[in-house]
């Protein structure tokens, strides 16, 4: 066979382009492929922590609603938490499985699109169950919406192509100079795209390199790091906000029955361990239903801010306030070494109900309180002991201020 003759063989220059370019592409594509996989899996796993903590929000919220059976109040409170939260399809189904009441977003996008990126992303919905005195009377699921994975990888893939374009520009220019200033300045792209897969480092930036393509490129590169940051702290905060909202009562921003639950078995166990004793007291409103019938819901909500307001005042920083749910109210008392201590307590808090609370309808009113007292470990051994004797303390309160003064209890 015939050599190739010299005018037809590729110069050296050729063979570099190609090579240069060949390696270039993979990188970027392997960098943009990084950040676009990290990306979708935080988001996934923060947006997965966010179902579950909508699902609970919706069971809390829709609790009184299912045990009523008001198809449209339990709409109506999966609809004031869906609308404010990255969720596709919420529904309420009884322990049968026989729907309840059902809530879908309305579609932002092709639905075909949405229907099947939802399908492969969130197969199974994060759900939560409704339950009454330990009874499960409900169940929540919550499915997810892909719209945001969707159009963070719709930018992520508009970014590499753009990205993917400069890069071939700069080569076919810059064939003599590509190992030290296209392919360091990629290699550091995917460090820092290995980074913020490996370590979640969102904080990481491409420093400039000096050639405007690269350059630009690192510019959407940064800004792109920077739309996942922002998103990252976005659904951070988010999840915080629903996981107060989990644990905490929307009127009085006291902690609800599910956080004293858990305060107050982990009091318990702490108890246990360190041999140190700790006190629950329950407290009840004394003439709460009398207030709401006589001055409305609004008094009686009044009535319970300034209760919870007081329980704060009256508590150390260290003791936990909770509203259980209705007009009854408890705290749970750090260790203490003596029984004066939780006697202090109680006697700041009834001289804080003392102080006149100012009503809807301008009138000044002041809240009594019924208390009862257990401490551990010789009231219970254990949180329902412990609950029980508490609350056959304030029942035998209540009877005893109600026999000294029958109207003030």
């Not at 001289?351 to 009594?368: C, D, F, I, V, W």
Request: hydrophobic share 45%; net charge neutral.
């Amino acid at each position: 066979m015939a050599p190739t003759p010299p005018s037809k063989l590729p110069t050296l220059r050729d063979l570099l382009a190609r090579a240069h370019l060949r390696l270039i592409l993979f990188t970027v594509i392997l960098a943009a492929a990084s950040l676009m996989l990290s990306g979708v899996m935080v988001i996934r796993s923060y947006a997965q922590r966010n179902l579950e903590l909508t699902a609970r929000n919706v069971a809390y919220t829709v609790e009184p609603a299912v045990v009523f059976q008001d198809r449209q109040a339990i709409r109506e409170g999966m609809t004031s938490v869906g609308v404010s939260t990255g969720v596709h399809q919420i529904e309420v189904v009884d322990p049968a499985g026989h729907s309840l009441a059902h809530w879908d977003r309305t579609h932002e996008g092709p639905a075909w699109l949405l229907d099947a990126a939802n399908s492969v992303i969130w197969p199974e919905p994060a759900r939560a169950d409704v339950r009454q005195g330990g009874t499960l009377i409900a169940r929540v699921e919550v499915y997810g919406n892909s719209g945001g994975i969707l159009r963070y990888m719709l930018a992520a893939l508009l970014i590499a192509l753009t990205c993917v374009g400069l890069t071939v520009v700069a080569t076919r220019i810059l064939a003599r100079r590509l190992q030290n200033e296209v392919i360091a300045p990629l290699d550091h792209v995917a460090q820092v795209a290995h980074a913020v897969r490996q370590e979640r480092a969102f904080e990481k930036r491409v420093p400039a390199s000096g050639i405007a393509e690269i350059d630009r490129f690192g510019q959407d590169f940064n800004a792109l790091l920077a739309e996942l940051q922002g998103w990252h702290a976005g659904l951070t905060s988010e999840n915080a906000e629903l996981q107060r909202r989990a644990t905490h009562d929307g009127l009085t921003g006291l902690g609800n029955r599910v956080l004293f639950e858990q305060v107050l078995a982990d009091a318990v166990a702490h108890s246990q361990r360190s041999g140190t004793p700790f006190a629950l007291i329950y407290l009840d409103v004394d003439r709460f239903k009398q207030v709401n019938d006589e001055y409305g819901h609004s008094s009686g909500d009044a009535a319970l801010i300034a209760v919870g307001e007081r329980l704060r005042g009256a508590i150390r920083h260290i003791d936990a306030a909770f509203r259980l749910g209705g007009d009854e109210f408890a705290v749970v008392l750090a260790p203490f070494f003596n029984r004066a201590h939780v006697d202090g307590v109680v006697h700041r808090i009834r001289k804080a109900m003392e102080l006149p609370y100012r009503m809807p309808n301008g009138q000044l009113a002041t809240a009594s309180l019924s208390v009862g007292v257990a401490v551990f470990p010789e009231d219970g051994g254990n949180a329902e002991e412990m609950l029980s004797h508490a609350d056959s303390a304030m029942y035998r309160d209540k009877r005893s201020r109600q026999e000294q003064d029958p109207q003030g209890a």
